[in-house]
Nanobody, 124 residues
Framework: QVQLVESGGGLVQAGGSLRLSCAAS????????MGWFRQAPGTEREFVGG????????YYAESVKGRFTISRDVAKNTVYLQMNSLKPEDTAAYYC?????????????????WGQGTQVTVSS
């Protein structure tokens, strides 16, 4: 089982930036497709974006496209979510997840392991 630990969340003003990290142990990123999801209170977990197992493909939800960027550092076994131009509606707990398939999925149920989440709060 791969263990995932997110960090980097916090409170930021609208228009600001944050970078979330997801450190993996017990497995290598190059063997896993990684996804980022978020969940606000009273809502379902929502796909934010993902990076394929090869690292060559990324895919984003329309709501964050052009503002968020996913990258990875294989040597550090870490995936990042760079969030720019943050909006109050981006406020949520953010989770990273992994699946062994080479394809990015937007469905939370397709991912096998999850981190504990990190809170992002964007003030207006």
């Amino acid at each position: 089982q791969v263990q995932l630990v997110e960090s980097g969340g916090g409170l930021v003003q609208a228009g600001g930036s944050l970078r979330l990290s997801c450190a993996a142990s017990g497995g290598t990123l190059s063997s896993n497709t990684m996804g980022w999801f978020r969940q606000a209170p009273g809502t379902e977990r929502e796909f934010v974006g993902g990076i394929s197992r090869s690292g060559l493909s990324t895919y984003y939800a329309e709501s964050v496209k052009g503002r968020f960027t996913i990258s990875r550092d294989v040597a550090k076994n870490t995936v990042y979510l760079q969030m720019n131009s943050l909006k109050p509606e981006d406020t949520a707990a953010y989770y990273c997840a992994r699946r062994s398939s080479r394809y990015i999925s937007t469905r939370a149920s397709d991912y096998d392991d999850w981190g504990q989440g990190t809170q992002v709060t964007v003030s207006s």
